[in-house]
């Protein structure tokens, strides 16, 4: 089904565009995007690029010089307007004589909220809500970084139509066909880490960078390991080790495993663990206080999905299905006990995607602060 786009949406959609460019970059700060649009044509761009730069509207505005006055600003979070690292961009808004402003969604912190009552003081033509689900979803580990001390948390499997995660020898290359691979890179490039447990390293052997999609710097690399257990020779630590931290059991710390792989420059956290469960939730606090990893996209395996699932430590969900079946005997997606449906775990479904023949389906815990609220199937 084809849906005819407002002017307003159209644009909003390229404030959208740029604002993806730095998702994920810019946290603890909010990825926005604006663009100054006069006469029905865009005028300039700008997206935040990261914490402490300049945000998107100031960018725009100042690449529009002149032009600005008497435009359209279309810009997917409300200005902010207060002074933080930079000065209120209500204000520069204002210095720009801009006619009238279009915002996707309100900002969500108390603290650089009020921009769009400032606006109207100032007597510029203000409206709010223009593809707000959209704008919503830009911003959803902003928002729950706001809320919680954790970093935002994305799960992504790929699965057969019957919910295997890979044939009974453990063999899950390739599920997916080749576009949806793409797309995960795509993915991982939001987020301030990868994170695996140690069984798909002692698998598969990744590096779980970004390759098919053009990053400035690499996500980091979180992996699940309670007895220490990677191997010196894998490609994590060859190529990898800077970026790599492990999540390990306290007793681990006194092996010799864990003196060469700190002078290798592997990270180690050491957390709590009984009968070989670790203690994630405190692990991801450290992660967020010590690490400033704010987002982490979680790629499995089965073992690792349930224990987030269990501490109900999943934000987003992202399910690829590929046309296939693998049977009773191959490996399941969440190797869960679960005793009847009253206790099955619920999401709310959000967007559903087609990669040839491969579908997407995304969601959103009922625990995160807008799913609810705003959950609906939308076709691409």
């Known amino acids: 089904m084809h849906v005819e786009l407002t002017q307003d949406e159209w644009f909003m959609k390229v404030a959208l565009r740029e604002a993806y460019k730095a998702k994920g970059k810019t946290l603890p700060n909010p990825a926005v995007g604006a663009v100054v649009v006069k006469n029905g044509k865009v005028i300039s761009t700008g997206y935040h690029e990261r914490a402490g730069l300049p945000h998107a509207e100031r960018i725009a505005l100042e690449r529009a010089g002149k032009e600005a ?26 210095e720009s004589k801009v006619k009238r402003v279009v915002i996707g969604v309100k900002d969500p912190n108390p603290v650089a909220s009020g921009g769009v009552d400032r606006l109207k003081e100032a007597g510029i033509e203000v409206e709010v809500g223009v593809l707000e689900r959209d704008c919503l979803e830009l911003i959803d580990d902003f928002i729950l970084n706001l809320k919680e001390d954790r970093p935002f948390i994305s799960l992504k499997l790929a699965l057969s139509l019957d919910g295997s995660i890979a044939d009974k020898r453990g063999t899950s290359k390739w599920i997916t066909g080749k576009e949806a691979r793409t797309f995960v890179h795509k993915l991982r490039s939001y987020h301030s880490a990868v994170m695996v447990g140690i069984e798909t390293v002692l698998k598969d052997d990744p590096l779980l960078n970004v390759r098919e999609w053009e990053v400035k710097s690499q996500p980091k690399v979180v992996v699940v390991d309670g007895k220490l257990r990677i191997p010196l020779h894998s490609k994590l630590i060859t190529e990898r080790a800077k970026d790599l931290i492990l999540i390990t059991a306290q007793p681990s710390l006194l092996g010799y495993k864990a003196k060469i792989l700190e002078d290798l420059g592997v990270s180690l956290v050491p957390v709590f663990g009984i009968n070989g469960n670790l203690d994630l939730k405190s692990a991801f606090k450290t992660l967020k206080k010590e690490y400033s ?24 969900l992202y399910l690829f299905y590929a046309p296939k079946i693998l049977g009773s005997a191959s490996v399941p997606s969440f190797p869960l006990d679960i005793p009847s449906i009253d206790k099955a775990f619920s999401f709310d479904l959000w967007n559903s995607l087609t990669f040839g023949q491969d579908v997407l389906l995304v969601y959103y815990s009922k625990l995160f602060p807008f799913s609810s609220e705003n959950s609906k199937e939308s076709l691409p």
Do not use: Q
Request: net charge negative; glycine share 12%.
């Open 293 to 316: 990893i704010y987002s982490l996209f979680c790629e499995g395996g089965g073992k690792l999905a349930s224990s987030l699932l269990k501490g109900e430590l999943i934000d987003k």
């Open 69 to 94: 006055e008497g435009s359209t600003l279309y810009i997917t979070l409300e200005p902010c307007n207060h002074y933080g690292k930079t000065p209120p961009c209500t204000e520069k808004i204002i």
